[in-house]
């Protein structure tokens, strides 16, 4: 018998049966924990950040006082202001295009469940705004709102959505749903890593849709892929006599084509799912996953469109707009025939789309440029308008 | 013990360094100890008690430099909770005082002691035995993080070895090594509130709706 064995016997002693007495103690829910984590985690960064800073001017004072010692005093006092820049807080993002209400609070007001507040800017937020580590969105009943990353990657909010900046390539989403289309340019940024209370989303190059409710996720991709690292079991005692979690750490696949069902009792050795091109993925409250192929058109993609950041297009070709309308619209497009295509070669286009969505656009922009437009299901056909 | 506070300033550093790992590993040693800590004096009010939890590691957080290493991380942290519990009772218009538990009050842990003399059969019939459970539960989120789940996965969940070893990211080796930590110092703990407990056997629990 190996001394492992020894230790599995049981073990009839009064210990034993004290513990056996009390029970299993209460445990956070799973999805709090995560929320929790994700919220500690910003404040952990934040005091690392602040202990480096304070550690580098420690050394960057340390280092003024050598040169006070050694260099002419004159050049020693541009250096020691040099030394101490006021700190500054870095811009993560910028606003793109707010439809209120949008509320925003900054970074430092915290902790518990962060709630929204009233501008931080002084103004009700609009484009252009700017948005600090910890920045908090919350787009209220009927708001939306879109921002740029500074690694690229433009976010939208759905109504009904809070979502923390808490990193260039890191967010929150605490609710409710946001869409992504991150830089295709891969080796210019890192990957966008979302973090929500069932796991943790990180984008491949890609548009996609992650909705977040209470103990459920659903991810949608347009184009791309994204991988879901499923949360992992919370770390406490035992689960046996708790519900299975969210995390799909008792789950099992309806499809077969995800991560498999762990053994009982056992840890979920592959939490990973990606989710590639016209392709959603549920996570349920009990952990069950499934998979389907979606249209990367249509009714359920429409309120991405609504606030979709300006296009400008003073100075800018036909075709460049063509690209964005179909991008946002989730078409492919051509033009009908070569007479169109030259003339549409010609066209340089002038004025202002803000406040358009993309489908109103083309309404707008394509009849003073002698053209028209009809729609093959998802194929966006361009022609020379004949009337 | 000094084991711990060293195991709580080498954490602690690798905290302010940065390191991704040891914030998890402060996380899943906390967390749920500390919202366990609040549940207690708020009325089990869940909801609540995640709050408060989540407040507190947050403040915890933000002022982990002034941590001294005197007393253990948890000690420390169950100070801030004991804060984030108070502000939370005034907000909710309770008396801010709160409920006193086993470890707050000397005067509870003497009357505990004083069970000895009765044994088990007496203690079940002073005192409820879901405040003994309490108590016992309460003392187990007092031992060092982790050897609480081992002892429960072990004893409650009769896991083997082996799997109490994949949890804690252990070899079996060292998971035994561990479990036998935790019940020493969970005895030691037991013994150091209610000596009779760890060396009496307690009475098997009767089946509810059965007449003795």
């Known amino acids: 018998m190996s001394a492992s064995d020894q230790f599995d016997q049981p073990p009839e002693t009064p210990i034993a049966e004290l513990l056996r007495l009390a029970g299993h103690r209460p445990q956070p829910s799973p999805q709090r924990a995560a929320l929790a984590l994700a919220a500690i985690d910003a404040e952990w960064r934040h005091t690392v950040r602040r202990r480096r800073r304070r550690r580098s001017l420690w050394r960057l004072a340390t280092a003024a006082i050598v040169l006070l010692l050694l260099a002419p005093t004159a050049w020693i006092a541009r250096r020691a202001r040099r030394a101490a820049p006021p700190p500054v807080s870095q811009t993560l993002a910028t606003l793109l295009a707010v439809s209120p209400p949008l509320r925003v609070a900054t970074a430092g007001t915290g902790a518990r469940a962060i709630p929204a507040q009233a501008p931080a800017h002084g103004h009700p937020p609009r484009a252009g705004d700017t948005l600090t580590a910890g920045a908090v969105l919350d787009s209220g009943a009927s708001g939306r709102a879109a921002f740029r990353l500074t690694n690229g990657a433009t976010v939208r909010l759905d109504e009904q959505t809070r979502v923390r900046v808490d990193a260039a390539s890191r967010l929150t989403l605490e609710r409710g749903a946001i869409y992504v289309e991150s830089d295709s340019r891969r080796d210019a940024a890192p990957a966008l890593e979302l973090r929500t209370a069932q796991g943790v989303v990180r984008d491949i190059g890609t548009q996609f849709e992650v909705r977040a409710g209470d103990d459920d996720i659903r991810i949608r991709v347009r184009e791309g892929e994204v991988e879901l690292e499923r949360r992992a079991p919370v770390p406490a005692s035992g689960d046996a006599g708790r519900p299975p979690t969210a995390d799909g750490s008792r789950g099992t696949v309806a499809d077969g084509g995800g991560a498999p069902a762990p053994e009982a009792g056992g840890v979920d050795r592959d939490r990973v799912v990606r989710v590639t091109q016209a392709e959603e993925v549920r996570v349920g409250a009990r952990g069950l996953l499934s998979r389907r192929i979606i249209p990367r058109h249509g009714a359920d993609w429409a309120w991405v469109a609504s606030i979709a950041p300006p296009f400008p297009i003073e100075g800018v070709r036909l075709a460049p707009l063509l690209d964005w309308v179909s991008r946002e619209q989730g078409w492919s497009w051509r033009y009908a025939d070569a007479a169109t295509a030259r003339h549409a070669g010609t066209v340089i286009l002038h004025g202002s789309i803000d406040g358009l969505t993309p489908s109103q656009a083309l309404d707008a922009v394509l009849p003073t440029c002698d053209l028209s437009h009809r729609l093959d299901g998802a194929q966006l056909i361009v022609h020379l308008d004949t009337r | ?212």
């Open chain 2, 1 to 212: 013990m000094p084991g711990d506070l060293d195991r709580d300033r080498a954490l602690v550093r690798q905290l302010l360094d940065g390191d991704e790992a040891a914030l998890q590993q402060f996380f899943d040693g906390m967390f749920a100890r500390v919202y366990r800590f609040a549940l207690a004096r708020i009325d089990q009010r869940e909801d609540a008690a995640e709050d408060i939890a989540q407040a507190t590691l947050c403040h915890a957080m933000r002022r982990l430099e002034t941590w001294r290493g005197e007393a253990t991380l948890f000690t420390w942290v169950c100070t801030l909770c004991r804060r984030e519990i108070q502000a939370w009772r005034l907000g909710q218009q309770l008396d801010a005082g709160g409920i006193t538990l086993i470890e707050d009050d000397p005067e509870i842990r003497a009357a505990l002691e004083s069970l000895h003399d009765r044994g088990w059969q007496a203690a079940e019939a002073a005192v409820e035995r879901r405040e003994l459970a309490a108590l016992v539960q309460r003392l187990l989120d007092h031992l060092p993080a982790r050897y609480g789940d081992a002892l429960e996965w072990k004893y409650l969940d009769d896991l083997p070895v082996r799997d109490i070893a994949a949890r804690l990211d252990l070899s079996e080796k060292a998971a035994e090594s561990l479990l036998t930590r935790a019940r020493a110092a969970f005895r030691d703990v037991v013994r150091s509130v209610a000596p009779h407990l760890a060396s009496t056997r307690p009475a098997a629990p009767r089946p509810s709706g059965v007449l003795p």
